[in-house]
């Protein structure tokens, strides 16, 4: 029988189903008010504490016991729905074996669930269809009361749900159905295609966002896709808006609407371009300020149309599958030029509807008779007067899902079963009998007086007098029952009464298979003929199918296949055979299958009458006409490859043999390659059609004067004329007697489909002339002539020149434009801006006529530049070049601090700091010089200023001494210079060299099997260092591991991992004589083997104690624990007992009296479960026997221990100035003591250092150390039991000696200033 419980697998072996936990952050949930009634057993408890998925589907399991009911549909859960079932919901689910018992309140009657939500009044335009049929009623929910003295199980049969609310949607494509997928908690549901663009489409706009592929599964954070419920942004909200007056743009505005979550809308905005030079702008706008053109993905869509026959501009909105926070107000802006129009519209989004499901509880029920009602029963009582082995039958028919928990209470209360007084002997448990055979069912009673009475589930058996199905027959105290010709229908629950007391069994009646006696065969035959196939079997009526490949036949009033039977004979017919009848057919019974090829070949074709070429005006009918035989055959028309479809346009016509496709008046498009395939045939019929028309310009769709184009000088000049023809006429455009190309550099002429154009990159004054268009083709002549005037405005006036400047003034001159547009020049305007600055200040309003102007009233110390503006009749034109700066000259001070930073055989590295005193005039940059010791021969390094503090002069000889000096340059020109006072030895020096372990690296690096491994370790060093590297003495191999060594670090990388690349890794970096080592640890781990020799070492009442030994392979890391899992012998389904389990030996309690168990044990280390188990080769049988179980006595175990020091100190670098940290850890109990000690001098209450202790790791931080800092550190542990002692060596880098300094070019007084400041530290110390 199977267990009372299961948590792992349902009783088919199907996963149960449960809603996946998401691993994101919690959502804030809405303030919703609500009454709740019991979820129905199929929707999936929500963990509590976590958030929904955005979309869920849900769908029952499938019954088990081969209930025939109607599965209910599956239902969409959005994410406020799951928000408001986690939070009021009392997360119960459907009683049954399987489940544990839900929180003792007993319901009275289910109520439908009300929820209220506050949102602002929106318009609706609504399509309310006919609710769905109600589901039928829920079966009773089993609830548990708090326990009282003595349990008591009420059962309640709630009234039936009312019938879900009706549907609402607003013209939109509903959501595809969910996916019945339990592997996958979010349902990925492909996005319905765009509506099809037509041949004029400009623009559509499609750009996915970053993480919109992803799974599912961010899910409980927000949404990564685009959200509308969002504003402005904070920075944004000061801007001032420039809104242009409003205008009349929008022929068609786009209406508000109401759609369902999950579901797709479309809003559309049509312009007229019939005024208009260029496209208008627009923008989509939720609320006042979020521009949606950033927010476009896979769940909004903005599209672009240009219809150049109607001169229509169409803008589309796509919102596919929408969420609840996309409702809200909308607006669309269009601009252009100077008009603008806006329209305003609001989108609801409406939360789907729930339909409730049918109870999965009713497939697990033995059918009874229906009650009028249900009286309430106690099952306590009922299980205390039952056999062991009816508790199971009684938790099923009662709904008892803590049978387990009953069954512990029913053990402690259990009274001494009495001895039946009217029977000497019982009816066995169970009986089973094979189909059509005979049983007996035997009683002995004590009182042979005793009125006997037989039932058969529950109803009286009455002997009848003509059938001879149910004997009665007496031997002395014996009753027997005899049933002859057993029958499905006779399996079930028999009792017998004698008096007041009872006893019943089970009958099992087994069926025998039905195996096949003549085989089906093979057929062979050609379409439209008749299949019959036959095979008999070895019993009359007895059940079986036909398949075909191996799926089962349909066999409907509206399907192509016949079946027949008669006696042991059964028939598959097909009347009218086609191609798609060819297969393998097969007739399966309980007994064994047969299998027969068919294979159905189709008629030769014959063409009778081929299709013809053709060549057709423009505007006439198309009729093309074939012939083949046989003629019943259907067939397609294509043109071009693509499917033609009928249409009121376009006949298709089929007469027996004769196949026909008419055009009532063809078009351009309908020029092409037709084809005529008949269906299941590999030949077709092809001919060519060509659609001819006369060459046209239309010149009239220009809309300009006297066909004048005028374009100002250098811009970009691009005229489009329509033409028609076909086929496509041939296009010259000529200017006078030139003809201009295609592939012309500046002007050229392109000729499309339907129109052609002739652009001009940057228009010139010889440009302007008449152009004359020719069209040609065979079908006649066309042309047309435009007049193009090309107009500009002056040239830039040349650089102005200031002359003088006063302390608030200057005075400035200029020279003409060279060209002055075609136009006097009508004056100047002068524009002045401070340096720094980027906004100009026009200095006159009124035209300046002369060349000269006085600008005033400027700041004195603030650098100006001015710049020019020519006008004329044209316009203004583009502004001169920026004069040369100009401010009150002030000359900085020299720069300071100048040192050398690094030498190297060829360069030297020098860097100081600006000057004390900048100038009003500021600074430019630094001028960089050197000269060879000994000579005056200044050389410039730097022919271009330098901003930077930091400079290297390069190509300098070796060995050689030079003499550095800097100086600071701005609009006064350049300072004192400042010079090293010291000679610098060009040759490089010598770093010895320095490993930077990672901190992660100190310590083992473990990676699992398969995994990349990629470190990155840090050196130092000069000149370059050679690193090299060995594994546990051995040379690395570079086909297993690559290594690629650079100036600062080296990389070890392994593209995928083995357990044979673990080991430790030795680095080795050399500079010269210098070395320095590292070793690496790397661990590769991976799952470990099973246990070994899982062995049963006793059992006793519903105990077993099981014992093992660890797995022979860890998978190169220590085994943190194992999983065991127990299986009854019947069943042999694996439940686990206890999982992350660390001993290798554990007891099994709470087993069922009378059940025989295997138990199998899973290994696991830090990667995870292993892959196999070992299984228990002996099974263990619980018998129901009194055994005195003598429990042994154990002592405490003493886990007191003195300290010791599981991580020791590590000898450590500081840099002065940072903090620097002393780790160690320690184990002890009782808690130690922790004394740190500074060359064994004990730390107290020093403010340098700060000193933690948490969960046995102790750490000291030295705040800003100074080289006095370094030394031996010790960290003590004391407790009662002992103590223990760690020591490590603090070295502090970052101090300079006096020779040190002097080497590196500081000058005197900067370090007698630093030996001064370092004396002043080290004095508060001692």
Same mark, same amino acid.
């Given at each position: 029988?199977?267990?009372?419980?299961?948590?792992?697998?349902?009783?088919?072996?199907?996963?149960?189903?449960?809603?996946?936990?998401?691993?994101?952050?919690?959502?804030?949930?809405?303030?919703?008010?609500?009454?709740?009634?019991?979820?129905?057993?199929?929707?999936?408890?929500?963990?509590?504490?976590?958030?929904?998925?955005?979309?869920?589907?849900?769908?029952?399991?499938?019954?088990?016991?081969?209930?025939?009911?109607?599965?209910?549909?599956?239902?969409? &859960?959005?994410?406020?729905?799951?928000?408001?079932?986690?939070?009021?919901?009392?997360?119960?689910?459907?009683?049954?074996?399987?489940?544990?018992?839900?929180?003792?309140?007993?319901?009275?009657?289910?109520?439908?669930?009300?929820?209220?939500?506050?949102?602002?009044?929106?318009?609706? &335009?609504?399509?309310?269809?006919?609710?769905?049929?109600?589901?039928?009623?829920?079966?009773?929910?089993?609830?548990?009361?708090?326990?009282?003295?003595?349990?008591?199980?009420?059962?309640?049969?709630?009234?039936?749900?009312?019938?879900?609310?009706?549907?609402?949607?607003?013209?939109?494509?509903?959501?595809?159905?969910?996916?019945?997928?339990?592997?996958?908690?979010?349902?990925?549901?492909?996005?319905?295609?765009?509506?099809?663009?037509?041949?004029?489409?400009?623009?559509?706009?499609?750009?996915?966002?970053?993480?919109?592929?992803?799974?599912?599964?961010?899910?409980?954070?927000?949404?990564?896709?685009?959200?509308?419920?969002?504003?402005?942004?904070?920075?944004?909200?000061?801007?001032?808006?420039?809104?242009?007056?409003?205008?009349?743009?929008?022929?068609?505005?786009?209406?508000?609407?109401?759609?369902?979550?999950?579901?797709?809308?479309?809003?559309?905005?049509?312009?007229?371009?019939?005024?208009?030079?260029?496209?208008?702008?627009?923008?989509?706008?939720?609320?006042?300020?979020?521009?949606?053109?950033?927010?476009?993905?896979?769940?909004?869509?903005?599209?672009?149309?240009?219809?150049?026959?109607?001169?229509?501009?169409?803008?589309?909105?796509?919102?596919?599958?929408?969420?609840?926070?996309?409702?809200?107000?909308?607006?669309?802006?269009?601009?252009?030029?100077?008009?603008?129009?806006?329209?305003?519209?609001?989108?609801?989004?409406?939360?789907?509807?729930?339909?409730?499901?049918?109870?999965?509880?009713?497939?697990?029920?033995?059918?009874?008779?229906?009650?009028?009602?249900?009286?309430?029963?106690?099952?306590?009582?009922?299980?205390?007067?039952? !056999?062991?082995?009816?508790?199971?039958?009684?938790?099923?028919?009662?709904?008892?899902?803590?049978?387990?928990? #009953?069954?512990?209470?029913?053990?402690?209360?259990?009274?001494?079963?009495?001895?039946?007084?009217?029977?000497?002997?019982?009816?066995?448990?169970?009986?089973?009998?094979?189909?059509?055979?005979?049983?007996?069912?035997?009683?002995?009673?004590?009182?042979?007086?005793?009125?006997?009475?037989?039932?058969?589930?529950?109803?009286?058996?009455?002997?009848?007098?003509?059938?001879?199905?149910?004997?009665?027959?007496?031997?002395?105290?014996?009753?027997?029952?005899?049933?002859?010709?057993?029958?499905?229908?006779?399996?079930?629950?028999?009792?017998?009464?004698?008096?007041?007391?009872?006893?019943?069994?089970?009958?099992?009646?087994?069926?025998?298979?039905?195996?096949?006696?003549?085989?089906?065969?093979?057929?062979?035959?050609?379409?439209?003929?008749?299949?019959?196939?036959?095979?008999?079997?070895?019993?009359?009526?007895?059940?079986?199918?036909?398949?075909?490949?191996?799926?089962?036949?349909?066999?409907?009033?509206?399907?192509?296949?016949?079946?027949?039977?008669?006696?042991?004979?059964?028939?598959?017919?097909?009347?009218?055979?086609?191609?798609?009848?060819?297969?393998?057919?097969?007739?399966?019974?309980?007994?064994?299958?047969?299998?027969?090829?068919?294979?159905?070949?189709?008629?030769?074709?014959?063409?009778?009458?081929?299709?013809?070429?053709?060549?057709?005006?423009?505007?006439?009918?198309?009729?093309?006409?074939?012939?083949?035989?046989?003629?019943?055959?259907?067939?397609?028309?294509?043109?071009?490859?693509?499917?033609?479809?009928?249409?009121?346009?376009?006949?298709?016509?089929?007469?027996?043999?004769?196949?026909?496709?008419?055009?009532?008046?063809?078009?351009?498009?309908?020029?092409?390659?037709?084809?005529?395939?008949?269906?299941?045939?590999?030949?077709?019929?092809?001919?060519?059609?060509?659609?001819?028309?006369?060459?046209?310009?239309?010149?009239?769709?220009?809309?300009?004067?006297?066909?004048?184009?005028?374009?100002?000088?250098?811009?970009?000049?691009?005229?489009?004329?329509?033409?028609?023809?076909?086929?496509?006429?041939?296009?010259?455009?000529?200017?006078?007697?030139?003809?201009?190309?295609?592939?012309?550099?500046?002007?050229?002429?392109?000729?499309?489909?339907?129109?052609?154009?002739?652009?001009?990159?940057?228009?010139?004054?010889?440009?302007?002339?008449?152009?004359?268009?020719?069209?040609?083709?065979?079908?006649?002549?066309?042309?047309?002539?435009?007049?193009?005037?090309?107009?500009?405005?002056?040239?830039?006036?040349?650089?102005?020149?200031?002359?003088?400047?006063?302390?608030?003034?200057?005075?400035?001159?200029?020279?003409?434009?060279?060209?002055?547009?075609?136009?006097?020049?009508?004056?100047?305007?002068?524009? !002045?801006?401070?340096?720094?600055?980027?906004?100009?200040?026009?200095?006159?309003?009124?035209?300046?006529?002369?060349?000269?102007?006085?600008?005033?009233?400027?700041?004195?110390?603030?650098?100006?530049?001015?710049?020019?503006?020519?006008?004329?009749?044209?316009?203004?034109?583009?502004?001169?070049?920026?004069?040369?700066?100009?401010?009150?000259?002030?000359?900085?001070?020299?720069?300071?601090?100048?040192?050398?930073?690094?030498?190297?055989?060829?360069?030297?590295?020098?860097?100081?700091?600006?000057?004390?005193?900048?100038?009003?005039?500021?600074?430019?940059?630094?001028?960089?010089?050197?000269?060879?010791?000994?000579?005056?021969?200044?050389?410039?390094?730097?022919?271009?200023?330098?901003?930077?503090?930091?400079?290297?002069?390069?190509? #300098?000889?070796?060995?050689?001494?030079?003499?550095?000096?800097?100086?600071?340059?701005?609009?006064?020109?350049?300072?004192?210079?400042?010079?090293?006072?010291?000679?610098?030895?060009?040759?490089?020096?010598?770093?010895?060299?320095?490993?930077?372990?990672?901190?992660?690296?100190?310590?083992?690096?473990?990676?699992?099997?398969?995994?990349?491994?990629?470190?990155?370790?840090?050196?130092?060093?000069?000149?370059?260092?050679?690193?090299?590297?060995?594994?546990?003495?051995?040379?690395?191999?570079?086909?297993?591991?690559?290594?690629?060594?650079?100036?600062?670090?080296?990389?070890?990388?392994?593209?995928?991992?083995?357990?044979?690349?673990?080991?430790?890794?030795?680095?080795?970096?050399?500079?010269?004589?210098?070395?320095?080592?590292?070793?690496?640890?790397?661990?590769?781990?991976?799952?470990?083997?099973?246990?070994?020799?899982?062995?049963?070492?006793?059992?006793?009442?519903?105990?077993?104690?099981?014992?093992?030994?660890?797995?022979?392979?860890?998978?190169?890391?220590?085994?943190?624990?194992?999983?065991?899992?127990?299986?009854?012998?019947?069943?042999?389904?694996?439940?686990?007992?206890?999982?992350?389990?660390?001993?290798? /030996?554990?007891?099994?309690?709470?087993?069922?009296?009378?059940?025989?168990?295997?138990?199998?044990?899973?290994?696991?280390?830090?990667?995870?479960?292993?892959?196999?188990?070992?299984?228990?080769?002996?099974?263990?049988?619980?018998?129901?026997?009194?055994?005195?179980?003598?429990?042994?006595?154990?002592?405490?175990?003493?886990?007191?221990?003195?300290?010791?020091?599981?991580?020791?100190?590590?000898?450590?670098?500081?840099?002065?100035?940072?903090?620097?940290?002393?780790?160690?850890?320690?184990?002890?109990?009782?808690?130690?003591?922790?004394?740190?000690?500074?060359?064994?001098?004990?730390?107290?209450?020093?403010?340098?250092? !700060?000193?933690?202790?948490?969960?046995?790791?102790?750490?000291?931080?030295?705040?800003?150390?100074?080289?006095?800092?370094?030394?031996?550190?010790? /960290?003590?542990?004391?407790?009662?039991?002992?103590?223990?002692?760690?020591? /490590?060596?603090?070295?502090?880098?970052?101090?300079?000696?006096?020779?040190?300094?002097?080497?590196?070019?500081?000058?005197?007084? #900067?370090?007698?200033?630093?030996?001064?400041?370092?004396?002043?530290?080290?004095?508060?110390?001692?």
């Amino acid at each position: 029988m199977p267990e009372p419980t299961k948590k792992d697998e349902m009783s088919n072996g199907e996963k149960e189903s449960v809603a996946p936990d998401s691993s994101e952050a919690p959502m804030p949930t809405p303030e919703i008010s609500l009454e709740v009634s019991p979820p129905p057993p199929e929707q999936p408890v929500e963990t509590e504490g976590k958030d929904p998925q955005p979309i869920e589907v849900i769908k029952p399991e499938p019954v088990e016991n081969g209930s025939k009911e109607p599965e209910p549909e599956a239902v969409v &859960v959005g994410a406020k729905e799951q928000v408001e079932s986690v939070n009021s919901e009392v997360k119960e689910e459907a009683p049954s074996p399987c489940s544990p018992p839900p929180p003792a309140t007993v319901k009275e009657e289910a109520e439908p669930v009300v929820t209220e939500v506050n949102q602002p009044p929106e318009p609706v &335009v609504t399509v309310v269809t006919p609710p769905p049929p109600p589901p039928p009623p829920p079966e009773p929910v089993v609830t548990e009361v708090t326990q009282p003295p003595e349990p008591v199980v009420t059962v309640v049969t709630p009234p039936p749900p009312p019938p879900p609310e009706p549907v609402v949607t607003v013209q939109v494509t509903p959501p595809p159905p969910p996916a019945d997928k339990d592997d996958d908690g979010t349902t990925n549901t492909p996005s319905p295609p765009p509506p099809p663009e037509d041949a004029n489409t400009v623009k559509k706009l499609s750009i996915e966002l970053p993480n919109d592929s992803v799974h599912v599964s961010a899910m409980g954070r927000k949404d990564s896709v685009w959200s509308l419920g969002e504003g402005q942004a904070p920075e944004d909200l000061d801007k001032p808006v420039d809104t242009p007056p409003l205008s009349s743009l929008l022929i068609e505005r786009p209406q508000g609407g109401s759609i369902t979550v999950g579901g797709d809308i479309s809003f559309v905005a049509k312009v007229e371009a019939q005024d208009l030079l260029r496209k208008p702008t627009i923008k989509w706008f939720k609320g006042k300020w979020m521009d949606l053109a950033s927010k476009t993905g896979k769940h909004l869509q903005l599209k672009e149309t240009f219809d150049r026959r109607t001169k229509i501009h169409t803008f589309e909105m796509h919102i596919i599958k929408a969420k609840d926070n996309y409702a809200g107000n909308y607006r669309c802006e269009v601009t252009y030029k100077d008009k603008f129009d806006s329209c305003s519209f609001d989108l609801e989004v409406k939360e789907l509807e729930q339909s409730q499901s049918v109870d999965i509880r009713s497939a697990f029920k033995r059918r009874e008779p229906k009650q009028d009602e249900t009286p309430e029963v106690d099952v306590w009582e009922i299980l205390k007067s039952a !056999r062991p082995d009816q508790y199971e039958k009684i938790a099923f028919e009662y709904g008892i899902t803590d049978l387990r928990g #009953l069954l512990k209470r029913l053990k402690k209360t259990k009274k001494e079963e009495k001895k039946s007084e009217a029977f000497a002997k019982k009816l066995d448990p169970a009986y089973q009998v094979d189909k059509g055979g005979k049983i007996r069912l035997v009683v002995d009673l004590a009182d042979p007086t005793v009125e006997l009475k037989w039932y058969k589930n529950g109803q009286e058996i009455r002997p009848t007098p003509n059938q001879r199905k149910f004997i009665f027959e007496q031997k002395g105290t014996q009753r027997i029952l005899v049933i002859n010709n057993c029958g499905l229908n006779d399996d079930a629950a028999y009792s017998v009464a004698a008096g007041e007391e009872k006893c019943t069994t089970e009958l099992f009646v087994k069926e025998l298979p039905v195996k096949i006696t003549k085989e089906i065969e093979a057929v062979k035959t050609t379409v439209n003929e008749r299949i019959e196939l036959e095979c008999e079997v070895s019993e009359e009526g007895a059940q079986v199918k036909w398949c075909k490949n191996g799926v089962e036949v349909p066999t409907g009033p509206r399907s192509r296949y016949r079946v027949k039977s008669e006696g042991l004979k059964h028939w598959l017919i097909i009347d009218d055979a086609s191609k798609e009848d060819t297969g393998t057919f097969s007739l399966m019974a309980s007994g064994g299958t047969s299998e027969a090829k068919v294979q159905v070949e189709l008629k030769p074709l014959k063409i009778i009458q081929d299709l013809q070429d053709m060549t057709v005006l423009l505007g006439q009918p198309l009729k093309m006409h074939c012939e083949i035989f046989p003629g019943n055959v259907p067939g397609r028309w294509y043109r071009n490859g693509q499917l033609i479809q009928s249409n009121d346009r376009i006949n298709i016509l089929q007469r027996a043999k004769n196949h026909r496709l008419e055009i009532v008046n063809s078009t351009i498009h309908d020029a092409g390659d037709y084809t005529f395939v008949p269906e299941g045939y590999t030949q077709s019929l092809c001919a060519k059609v060509h659609i001819v028309d006369p060459p046209r310009v239309h010149l009239e769709s220009l809309n300009f004067p006297d066909n004048t184009v005028t374009i100002v000088a250098g811009n970009k000049l691009r005229v489009e004329i329509p033409i028609s023809g076909e086929p496509a006429p041939r296009v010259v455009w000529m200017k006078g007697e030139r003809v201009i190309l295609d592939s012309g550099h500046r002007v050229r002429a392109e000729t499309f489909s339907d129109y052609t154009s002739l652009t001009i990159d940057i228009a010139e004054k010889e440009d302007t002339g008449n152009y004359k268009i020719v069209l040609q083709n065979e079908a006649g002549e066309a042309g047309a002539s435009i007049k193009v005037k090309v107009v500009d405005i002056p040239d830039p006036p040349e650089v102005p020149l200031v002359t003088e400047v006063g302390g608030d003034w200057c005075s400035m001159t200029w020279e003409p434009p060279i060209y002055d547009g075609g136009s006097p020049i009508l004056g100047y305007f002068i524009e !002045r801006k401070k340096k720094q600055s980027s906004r100009w200040m026009r200095l006159n309003f009124d035209l300046n006529k002369e060349t000269t102007f006085e600008p005033k009233k400027m700041i004195e110390g603030v650098p100006y530049e001015v710049r020019v503006f020519a006008v004329n009749a044209i316009g203004v034109s583009k502004p001169s070049e920026p004069s040369k700066a100009f401010v009150p000259l002030a000359v900085t001070s020299e720069p300071t601090m100048l040192v050398v930073d690094d030498v190297t055989d060829t360069t030297v590295t020098m860097k100081w700091r600006p000057p004390e005193t900048i100038g009003a005039a500021g600074l430019d940059g630094y001028l960089v010089e050197y000269c060879i010791e000994g000579s005056d021969d200044w050389r410039v390094t730097n022919k271009e200023l330098t901003e930077k503090t930091k400079y290297t002069i390069t190509g #300098l000889p070796p060995e050689a001494k030079i003499l550095v000096r800097v100086r600071a340059i701005n609009a006064a020109g350049a300072s004192t210079p400042r010079t090293l006072q010291h000679s610098i030895l060009v040759k490089e020096v010598i770093e010895p060299p320095k490993i930077r372990i990672p901190r992660h690296l100190k310590q083992t690096y473990t990676r699992k099997v398969g995994e990349a491994v990629n470190l990155v370790i840090p050196f130092m060093g000069k000149p370059r260092p050679k690193v090299s590297w060995l594994k546990e003495g051995q040379t690395v191999d570079p086909t297993q591991v690559t290594i690629r060594n650079t100036d600062c670090d080296s990389i070890i990388f392994i593209r995928k991992a083995e357990r044979k690349h673990s080991g430790k890794y030795d680095m080795k970096v050399e500079v010269e004589n210098h070395v320095d080592t590292a070793i690496i640890d790397i661990q590769i781990v991976d799952l470990p083997g099973p246990p070994q020799c899982v062995k049963i070492d006793e059992v006793w009442g519903g105990n077993v104690a099981l014992d093992w030994t660890p797995p022979k392979d860890n998978g190169n890391a220590a085994i943190t624990g194992y999983t065991i899992q127990k299986a009854d012998k019947k069943t042999m389904e694996w439940y686990t007992c206890i999982e992350h389990y660390h001993r290798t /030996c554990i007891t099994i309690t709470e087993l069922v009296v009378g059940n025989e168990y295997f138990f199998r044990i899973y290994s696991e280390n830090m990667v995870g479960l292993s892959e196999g188990a070992t299984q228990t080769k002996d099974s263990a049988l619980i018998v129901k026997e009194g055994m005195q179980l003598k429990n042994p006595e154990y002592i405490d175990h003493d886990f007191k221990e003195p300290p010791k020091f599981t991580q020791p100190l590590i000898n450590t670098f500081a840099i002065a100035g940072y903090n620097a940290t002393l780790n160690c850890s320690v184990r002890a109990n009782p808690r130690p003591k922790v004394i740190w000690m500074k060359n064994k001098i004990a730390i107290i209450d020093d403010p340098r250092y !700060r000193m933690f202790s948490n969960q046995g790791v102790c750490t000291l931080e030295i705040r800003k150390p100074s080289p006095y800092d370094g030394g031996m550190y010790s /960290c003590k542990a004391i407790n009662d039991l002992g103590d223990a002692l760690v020591e /490590c060596k603090l070295e502090v880098k970052g101090g300079f000696t006096f020779s040190e300094l002097m080497q590196r070019g500081v000058p005197l007084h #900067l370090i007698d200033k630093y030996m001064s400041e370092t004396k002043v530290v080290e004095q508060p110390e001692k």
